[in-house]
């Protein structure tokens, strides 16, 4: 079955690179993303890499996958403290239907 | 329409009770999903639509829970007979291609 793997926590100083990973299992997982979620609301999607690719960037966020490992990684450039939030990663099986599995997510604590 | 929509936002009520949420798509996605998330959680899903047609059900998905969506617009996700392991943030998303948007959730609390 599918499972996706996260550490729980993360600190880093204002203005250094943040990178987040994440270990999944589904080695037909399609789709791969990465969530936002602050207090007390929904979740907001960052990004998302297809299976294909190796690496995405999108302003200060950069992406990179390595399928062989089943490994996703999220690196925010030049973090500010509105990151602060937990972010999560999920994967798109390729079961014909819509299950996107999350992970447990990570904390990211931004210190000014 | 500036994206998806649940109502209520927080719902309190009594162990034994029945309870109702809606969820308002973004007004061009066909598929609707509904998700579970408990404290220090990530999301479980629960159930998926493609327009009317509810094509996925988890099995977290009991007995005492049942999903609607009638016209292929919005969705009402109903938990009857509340327990307290009920209590949790219930998730709606929307998507046309494989992006899925959430709403803001509906914070239940059974007592």
């Known amino acids: 079955g599918e499972d996706v793997e996260q550490s729980l926590f993360l600190s880093v100083r204002e203005g250094d690179s943040s990178v987040i990973n994440c270990t999944y299992t589904?080695?037909?997982?399609?789709?791969l993303y990465w969530y936002k979620q602050e207090p007390g609301a929904g979740l907001q999607l960052l990004t998302y890499i297809f299976s294909n690719m190796d690496m995405k960037q999108d302003q200060r966020l950069t992406v990179l996958l390595n399928k062989k490992d089943k490994h996703l990684s999220l690196r925010i450039a030049d973090t500010q403290t509105g990151d602060s939030a937990i972010y999560f990663c999920a994967e798109l099986g390729s079961g014909g239907y819509q299950k996107v599995t999350f992970g447990t997510g990570t904390k990211l604590q931004v210190i000014p | 329409d500036t994206g998806v929509s649940q109502d209520p936002r927080h719902k309190i009520t009594k162990r034994g009770q029945n309870v109702t949420f809606r969820c308002d798509p973004i007004?061009?996605?066909?598929?609707l999903y509904w998700y579970r998330q408990t404290l220090g959680q990530g999301p479980e899903f629960l159930t998926y639509?493609?327009?009317?047609?509810?094509?996925?059900k988890s099995r977290l998905l009991s007995d005492r829970f049942s999903a609607e969506r009638p016209k292929g617009s919005f969705s009402t996700l109903e938990i009857q007979r509340t327990e307290q392991g009920d209590s949790a943030m219930y998730l709606c998303a929307s998507s046309l291609t494989l992006e899925q948007y959430f709403g803001p959730g509906t914070r239940l609390t059974v007592t």
């Open positions: 639509f493609q327009n009317e047609a509810q094509l996925e």
């Open positions: 007004s061009e996605h066909n598929r």
């Open positions: 589904d080695s037909s997982s399609t789709y």
